[in-house]
Every structure is written in structure tokens, then in C-alpha cells.
């Protein structure tokens, strides 16, 4: 597997072995992080993660070692030291060392890796509607991209698998649509593209802001608004924006054969248009 980390000021060739059970981040979950892609030389919107990163950590009560543009461009070296035709998942970290319950924003540390990860064939994904919940913003760290968040996503995976489905429909606190387990959710209806509207249960996610700006630029019609069970089972299209797939679509939900529809195809030809001028050699 090509990979290559960044701890402490060196580039690694193998994974560092960082923490124990004195360290904060392993018995309190003190841990942020983000996820990019770099796809052939292109790193699309890496300093919009890289702030993310940032954002997360102080809202973990952690402070960043490093202004986001220059963890930003410590992914690009990392991606111009591996082979140029791969495909590769870019992970940034920031975790606490110290503290007995609240970290010590003072022993914040950074590490970075970065691994083959193939991007997932574009024929498609089915999904369920999970029994397992986002919590509300006032019972979790929602607003960030904390380790600590994802247990409840496993659990949701691994029931969708048990099912038989590749993915998991989540819903909010009032049972309303907030997103697939891994990625953002749209649908779209007569040619409008339509998705959660933000409520703080989940993230706003990078690749999401981006395909609703490029098709708005496009004249496409995007609406963030509620959305309901009912809803998806009556959309013409379902389709996800994540960092791990960028735009895939649908082609099962409960028991609704569904085929990629035009809004999904245009967001996904918008999509890596946009990608096309973000290269880093």
C-alpha cells in the first residue's frame, strides 16, 4: 500500500505509534479529524477541510497547532511525495495528550496521514432507513468531525449490512431525513435538487456546500429544506456528496429500484469539472 504520514516534523513511511493509556485522546476520545481525496494529483477544496479540521478542534476544546493553510499545504507535499496516479484518502488529525476530563488544549498534537483509497465504482448504492439516530446539538459535539460521533454510524452500517443494503439512511432527534451514514443526501423532483436543510445534527460537509454552489452557478434549482421518509420514497432521484465517493447515486432505497437521474448526472460532471483545475503538480 503507498501511504505517508507527517508526526512531529518528519515524513514517515510507516504508520507512528502515538498513543497510550496515559494520553488523553485514547480514554476520552479527545480526537478530530477530516477527510479529503486527492484523485490523481487533484486535491479538491483541501483548505475548506483543512479549516474544518480547525473548526473541529476548538470545538473539542482543543487548540490547533497550525493555521489550516499550512496543514493544507502539508497535504499537498504529502500527495506530491506518492505516485501521481493514485487515489488516495487524506487524513489530518488533531487529538489531546493531557487532561483528566477536559483535555488540555495545551498538549494538542497533530499528525497526518495519507493512503491508497480507491474511489468506489459509480454504479451505485442501496440504503435503508436506520433505527439508530443523529443526536441533537445540544447532546453531542455535532457541529464537529469528532471520532467520539462515530460509534452510532457503525452501528448503523452494521445494520444496514445485516439487512442487506450498502448504506443507511439516518434521521434526526424529530425524525426527520439528516443524512446517509457516510455522506450528505440529496433528492431531486422535476429536475430541483433538494437536500436536509442544516439543523446541526450534521455536518454541512464540504462536498456538499460545493455541489449546491456549482449547480446553483449551473441554473439548477437547489432547495435545503425538511425532508421526510415520505419524501425519498416518492423522489425521482436520491443520490449522495461525500469526500469518500463525491457524488454516487442510488439504485436501491427500501424497496424502490432506482436508476441515476439527470440532476445526479450533472452534479457529478459539475463536480469533476471543478476538480479538473485543483491539481498540485
Request: proline residues 6%.
Amino acid at each position: 500500500m503507498n501511504a505517508i504520514f507527517y508526526y512531529d516534523g518528519q515524513w514517515l513511511d510507516e504508520s507512528p505509534r502515538l498513543t497510550g493509556p496515559m494520553d488523553h485522546a485514547f480514554w476520552m476520545a479527545t480526537v478530530v479529524f477530516d477527510g479529503a481525496r486527492a484523485i490523481r494529483g487533484l486535491v479538491p477544496d483541501i483548505e475548506q477541510h483543512c479549516q474544518r479540521l480547525s473548526n473541529s478542534a476548538r470545538t473539542m476544546m482543543l487548540e490547533p497547532t497550525m493555521e489550516a493553510e499550512e496543514v493544507a499545504e502539508l497535504c499537498r507535499e504529502a500527495v506530491r511525495r506518492l505516485p501521481r496516479e493514485g487515489e488516495y484518502y487524506i487524513r489530518p488529525m488533531y487529538f489531546a495528550r493531557e487532561g483528566f476530563v477536559i483535555p488540555d488544549a495545551d498538549s494538542t498534537d497533530f499528525v497526518l496521514a495519507v493512503y491508497d483509497s480507491a474511489m468506489p465504482s459509480e454504479t451505485g448504492f442501496s440504503a435503508h432507513v436506520s433505527p439508530y439516530r443523529r443526536p441533537a446539538r445540544d447532546m453531542a459535539p455535532t457541529d464537529s468531525k469528532a471520532s467520539c460521533l462515530y460509534p452510532n454510524t457503525q452501528r448503523a452500517l452494521a445494520e444496514a449490512t445485516r439487512r442487506g443494503f450498502d448504506n443507511a439512511v439516518v434521521l434526526d432527534a424529530c425524525g426527520n431525513v439528516a443524512e446517509f451514514g457516510t455522506a450528505n443526501l440529496w433528492i431531486a423532483n422535476d429536475g430541483v435538487a433538494l437536500t436536509p436543510a442544516w439543523n446541526g445534527t450534521f455536518l454541512k460537509g464540504v462536498t456538499r456546500q460545493r455541489i449546491k454552489q456549482l449547480l446553483e452557478d449551473a441554473g439548477v434549482e437547489v432547495l435545503e429544506t425538511v425532508l421526510t421518509v415520505k419524501d425519498l420514497m416518492e423522489a425521482d432521484e436520491i443520490f449522495s456528496t461525500g469526500n469518500y465517493g463525491k457524488v454516487m447515486p442510488v439504485t436501491r432505497f427500501e424497496d424502490r429500484e432506482l436508476r441515476p437521474g439527470p440532476v445526479y448526472h450533472r452534479s457529478r460532471e459539475l463536480y469533476f469539472d471543478f476538480a479538473a483545475g485543483t491539481s498540485v503538480f
